[in-house]
């Protein structure tokens, strides 16, 4: 077995001492690293992020910016890593030349204060400077390319500097004190990066393999398997076993639950866990894609899917987070599975035995519970084509980003010669776990789409699933977001429908 080595701000340093729990942050900050803090230990605050060499393609990398206080330190065995301190050209340096162009512009324009946030913030911003194709042309909005914004657009805004920096890069990035301005105003100064710059450069190599990483400790023991037969050997011997693939969740049991698995287990890598398939019959995403892997890759294709995107979370939690985990967990509230159920999406499910196809409106059993049998994984997410042509995806929630979702409802309806043909109708936040509005459905298949069948049928979108009060809401509140959601597909409709007829 090699020994464990991470790249770090170029230079090559031994990670064989820090154990199966220890976050990247924490083993940076021991390694002396300091600029990344702990703020939220959730990755809610971007006070820890990092930059990661990703592949783009085979041929090339990309600057990643993720959490450092979520993810394992030994799931970067390999990997390279640049972090606040390797940005500029002398590395603790004070002198305004000796900064790097993402560092110069947050000085000089006023976007540090206290300095906590600001390593985050900076790695975030470099993440986006550095960014393949980021260019003034992609500085436009709605009014400029002459169209206007739907109800599912307003998520994104179109928040692009006459750079093409977008803004919400730094969408998982808090500041406390400074304010937001100057530090858009330190995104929106910034040009391309020079031809000479060494980390605009690393970008024209392939990014770092992943590596065969094995390590025991007192505490537990840390595993990436080779293969998908490695996997499933682990999973016989150790059943109850912790799968990791960005960490988003896991990470947080970690730091506040303080959960120590006695196995963790890397699949983040695994390559048939990262494949994206497309064919007449449906489009198969892999199960350890991050989100904003997807994103990329399909280009917009699945509608419902881009409108789901900019409300999941924040761009550094996309960066790392996939759909597996985001289903295998059974949460009520992730964001995901409303979708996919709107999509009447399927889940490839594998393990030693074979495969086998799960609708996802048939693998939930309970709270935090499925289907998925001991030794079995999610490899895939199957998504069936046609799509249907109206949709929306509501998110309701305290805060407009980076919030766990008090409501969230999906909607894909057929809608043809003004009637409803087919419609599915996914919720979550509502039950113990994310539920098909079944009986909305009904009331609306086969009737005319119109105000009132709306409004009926709102009525009965009110008392689907079995609303509660928590702390993110009341079971009222809830109640009446369910009926309002589907008086605001409605409208986006109609809306929509008006600016077909006046094109």
Request: proline share 7%; charged share 20%; glycine share 10%.
């Amino acid at each position: 077995m090699e020994p464990i080595q991470v790249t770090v701000n170029g230079r090559v340093r031994d990670a064989g001492g820090a154990g199966p729990h220890a976050s990247l942050l924490d083993w940076l900050r021991g390694q002396g690293l300091t600029g990344a803090k702990e703020g939220c230990a959730e990755g809610e605050c971007g006070a820890c992020a990092v930059l990661v060499a990703r592949p783009n393609g085979p041929d090339g990398a990309t600057w990643t910016a993720v959490n450092a206080c979520l993810p394992p330190a030994l799931a970067f065995d390999g990997q390279e890593i640049v972090t606040a301190e390797g940005l500029g050209t002398a590395p603790g340096a004070c002198a305004v030349e000796d900064l790097h162009p993402v560092q110069r512009e947050m000085a000089e324009r006023g976007g540090s204060q206290c300095g906590y946030c600001t390593p985050g913030f900076v790695c975030a911003m470099a993440a986006e400077y550095y960014r393949p194709g980021r260019s003034r042309a992609e500085a436009s909005t709605p009014e400029e390319t002459g169209t206007a914004a739907t109800g599912e657009e307003h998520a994104a805004d179109h928040e692009v500097g006459p750079n093409g920096f977008d803004l919400h890069a730094l969408s998982g990035n808090l500041c406390r004190c400074t304010g937001y301005r100057p530090i858009r105003d330190a995104a929106y100064a910034l040009d391309a990066p020079e031809q000479t710059d060494p980390l605009a450069r690393r970008r024209h190599a392939p990014a770092p393999a992943p590596r065969h990483t094995r390590l025991s400790a007192d505490a537990g023991e840390f595993v990436r398997p080779g293969s998908l037969e490695e996997l499933f050997d682990e999973l016989d011997q150790h059943p109850d076993a912790v799968l990791v693939a960005g960490a988003t969740d896991a990470g947080v049991d970690r730091n506040i639950r303080h959960t120590r698995p006695r196995l963790v287990l890397a699949i983040d890598r695994l390559a048939p866990l990262r494949t994206l398939h497309t064919s007449a019959e449906s489009i198969e995403l892999g199960a350890a894609l991050t989100l904003s892997e997807i994103e990329s890759a399909l280009h917009g294709r699945v509608p419902l899917l881009s409108a789901l995107f900019p409300q999941f979370a924040s761009r550094l939690i996309r960066n790392a987070a996939t759909l597996g985990g985001n289903l295998g967990t059974a949460s009520p509230i992730g964001d995901a599975a409303p979708v996919l159920l709107a999509l009447d999406a399927s889940l490839v499910l594998a393990s030693r035995d074979g495969e086998r196809e799960v609708p996802l409106a048939e693998y939930f059993t309970g709270y935090r519970t499925s289907v998925r049998e001991p030794g079995e994984i999610i490899r895939a997410v199957r998504i069936p084509l046609p799509l249907a042509g109206a949709t929306a995806f509501h998110k309701i929630a305290k805060r407009r980003f980076d919030d766990i979702s008090s409501v969230a409802v999906a909607v894909a309806a057929r809608i043809e010669a003004g009637t409803v043909e087919d419609v599915r109708i996914g919720l979550g936040g509502v039950a113990a776990t994310p539920v098909r509005a079944l009986a909305t459905e009904d009331a609306l298949r086969g009737r005319p789409w119109v105000y009132e069948t709306a409004v009926e049928a709102a009525a009965v979108m009110a008392g689907e699933g079995t609303p509660l009060d928590d702390h993110r809401a009341s079971a009222r509140y809830r109640t009446a977001m369910l009926e309002q959601s589907l008086l605001r597909f409605f409208a986006q409709t109609q809306q929509a429908d008006s600016l077909e007829v006046s094109r």
